[in-house]
Nanobody
Framework: QVQLVESGGGLVQAGGSLRLSCALSGGVFTINTMGWYRQAPGKQRELVASIAGGGSTNYADAVKGRFTISRDNAKNTVYLQMNSLKPEDTAVYYC???????????????????WGQGTQVTVSS
């Protein structure tokens, strides 16, 4: 069974940097789009950045120029480099991945949308 394991959250002062990682493991799969979302207290979950299989990226306006998403296909891992962090970046950050999984019992490929457990990012002013 495919699992997403996130790491890299923490507490940082405004202007600082953090790097989030999300690794996929388990089963036989291919990865389509990978992305990072965040959810602040009292707010809806929102897209932060995404990266397609071919490498094209998409960013929320609030993070453009400060955050960079990248992926290492050999390691099935997506990263989010966050620079010039602001207090308003404080949230739980979730990794998301659109994955084709081989059903080794019944055969054939099935498409799933997986979420990580979330990692807290807190930016102090």
């Amino acid at each position: 069974q495919v699992q997403l394991v996130e790491s890299g959250g923490g507490l940082v002062q405004a202007g600082g940097s953090l790097r989030l990682s999300c690794a996929l493991s388990g089963g036989v799969f291919t990865i389509n789009t990978m992305g990072w979302y965040r959810q602040a207290p009292g707010k809806q979950r929102e897209l932060v950045a995404s990266i397609a299989g071919g490498g094209s990226t998409n960013y929320a306006d609030a993070v453009k120029g400060r955050f960079t998403i990248s992926r290492d296909n050999a390691k099935n891992t997506v990263y989010l480099q966050m620079n010039s962090l602001k207090p308003e970046d404080t949230a739980v950050y979730y990794c998301n991945s659109d994955v084709n999984v081989l059903d080794q019992t019944a055969g054939g490929w099935r498409r799933f949308d997986y979420w990580g457990q979330g990692t807290q990012v807190t930016v102090s002013s």
